[in-house]
């Protein structure tokens, strides 16, 4: 029905938020940087706690990816059990959970403690993250004041993405490797005493019981997924990860039929038929894949290659952080004025330039300014993804469904991430492994070859044990090459973002600017 002509009905008008709305978007942002920081401290602490505990290679690889494992398989699950259960009660249940297993991670004596504690830590994060997006979603009525806050919680991950390396790389140069963990500790206690008072409950009145079937077939697809891809990722194509794959897909065609036959499914696959409901979570997929295979190499880049310490690593990722920053907080002011697809696309022109600066980084110092300045430019241009590919992912669902969306957001969001580690990783692998055989110094021997074609660090850890003179032209070698498989990572996530750009136009281009009523 049109209503063009029609006068606005002020009284119809949403709800604008006032300060106790303000308030809880505060809190809810507490543990949203948390989630991202705690990425970043394990990363710094991996050496120390191999040494401290001494895990097998397979220990300590279970150790680092479990979280994002059970995280990225427990997103959906954990969003329609809020939707059921309540917002707040599931964000509380999720912040006590954060804190009992960072007290268990922070004090594991054996890789096992570890790896039990870390998965806590995963599925907590995951009732976590999907809580608050709905409770933004139900604080903030008005489409423009949601975008608003919405650009706020992109940019405290932001935030956590800076804070977790430099706090990290403190703490370990004045206690044990557990304490990285104990971070968690106070920032989810001022979240358990706070949200009561600030935070309303909200579920979804007419949602059914639970049903954990389910929940299993999800879980039966999701991470064998997600196994494979990280297993791409680190080991290249193998026949195993065809039959994961196999696996993946027939649990999900189960999971699907069920959805179809419950009055009160997990997944409510209903949503995918909006347009900008499904738009919304192809972009977040591609453009997060775009952001990963290079944001996941510049930390090794700064390390191996710039030869950095960990603390001066984090601090030239600040320049990504504040790109991302402004990219957030510039996004609603642009995103009253012109489409999602307009603003999404003319950020991801800006990231190709990034990509671009990224692709011609050396191997001498001006390689240092070359990545932090293409990381900062990347990341400015896909922040819009990021806070607007959530905002029409939850802005395109009906407020009971906003848990699921939230959660079916994040889950595009996170698989993007581990995807463009496997597909434009797996470039810069293959670009490296290539590159040093055919830069392979003499005298060199095949099996410390093919150890130093694992990774650049492998390759720096071989070269130590090597006479001097042999050892340098390992290093020199192992440099050159992983920046070549660097420029091809990089070139692969400009190409990526190009394919991103089109299905924003393509997929969004009907999408009114944020705050007006859809046109479709």
């Known amino acids: 029905m049109a209503t063009t002509h029609v006068p606005k009905d002020t009284s119809a008008a949403p709800a604008r938020a006032g300060f106790r709305q303000w308030a809880g978007l505060a809190v809810l942002l507490l543990p949203v940087a948390l989630m991202t920081a705690d990425l970043g401290v394990l990363w710094l602490a991996t050496p120390y706690l191999a040494a401290d505990l001494r895990p097998s290679g397979s220990e300590l690889l279970w150790a680092t990816d ?12 954990m969003g329609s059990l809020g939707d059921r259960i309540g917002r707040r009660r599931l964000l509380l249940a999720g912040s006590a959970g954060v804190i009992v297993a960072s007290l268990f991670a922070a004090y594991a004596t ?15 994060g ?12 139900h604080l903030f009525a008005d489409p423009r004041q949601r975008a608003t806050a919405i650009a706020m919680w992109v940019t405290a991950l932001s935030a956590g993405i800076a804070v977790g390396p430099i706090a990290g790389g403190v703490l370990l ?28 409950e909200y579920r979804d009145p007419a949602a059914g019981r639970m049903d954990w079937v389910s929940a299993a077939l999800f879980l039966g697809a999701v991470l064998p997924l997600v196994h494979a891809v990280k297993d791409l990722a680190e080991h290249g194509p193998r026949g195993q990860q065809a039959l994961t794959l196999g696996l993946a897909a027939g649990v999900g065609v189960l999971f699907l039929r069920r959805q179809r036959r419950l009055e ?15 738009g919304a979570l192809l972009v977040l997929l591609f453009g997060m894949m775009a952001l990963n295979g290079v944001e996941y190499l510049v930390p090794q880049y700064l390390l191996a290659v710039s030869g950095l310490t960990p603390l001066a690593a984090g601090l030239w990722l600040l320049p990504g952080t504040v790109g991302l920053v402004v ?36 191997t001498g110092s001006g390689g240092t300014w070359a990545v932090s300045l293409g990381l900062a430019v990347v990341m400015l241009g896909i922040a819009p993804i990021s806070v607007l590919g959530t905002a029409l992912a939850v802005g395109a669902a009906p407020a009971h469904k906003a848990g699921s969306a939230a959660a079916t957001g994040q889950t595009a969001y996170d698989l993007g991430l581990a995807l463009g580690i496997a597909v434009t990783g797996s470039v810069g692998v293959a670009v490296y492994r290539d590159r040093l055989a055919g830069l392979r110094p003499a005298g060199l021997s095949g099996d410390a070859l093919h150890t130093a074609q694992d990774t650049v660090g492998a390759a720096l850890d071989t070269a130590r044990a090597l006479p001097p003179g042999l050892a340098d032209r390992l290093a020199s070698a192992a440099r050159e090459a992983f920046t070549a498989g660097f420029h091809a990572t990089a070139w692969a996530s400009a190409a990526l973002a190009v394919v991103t750009a089109g299905l924003a136009l393509i997929l969004l281009r009907r999408v009114p600017p944020v705050g007006r009523e859809d046109t479709e």
Not at 126 to 137: E, F, K, Q, R, Y
């Open 66 to 77: 479990i979280y994002g494992f059970m995280t990225c398989g427990f997103l959906v699950v």
């Open 110 to 124: 054996t890789p096992a403690m570890l790896i039990a504690a870390r998965a806590v830590l995963g599925v907590a």
């Open 126 to 137: 995951a009732a976590v993250l999907p809580s608050t997006l709905a409770l933004i979603s």
């Open 173 to 200: 140069e004045s206690f044990w490797w557990g304490s990285v963990f104990l971070m968690g500790v106070p920032v989810m206690a001022v979240t358990v005493v706070a949200a009561p008072l600030v935070l309303p």
């Open 264 to 278: 009160s499914p997990l997944l409510d696959l209903r949503l995918f038929g909006h347009r900008g409901f499904t």
């Open 327 to 362: 990219g957030s907080q510039v996004t609603a002011p642009l995103a009253r004025r012109h489409r999602p697809a307009y603003v999404i696309t003319g950020g991801l022109a800006v990231a190709l330039a990034g990509f671009v600066v990224t692709a011609r980084a050396g």
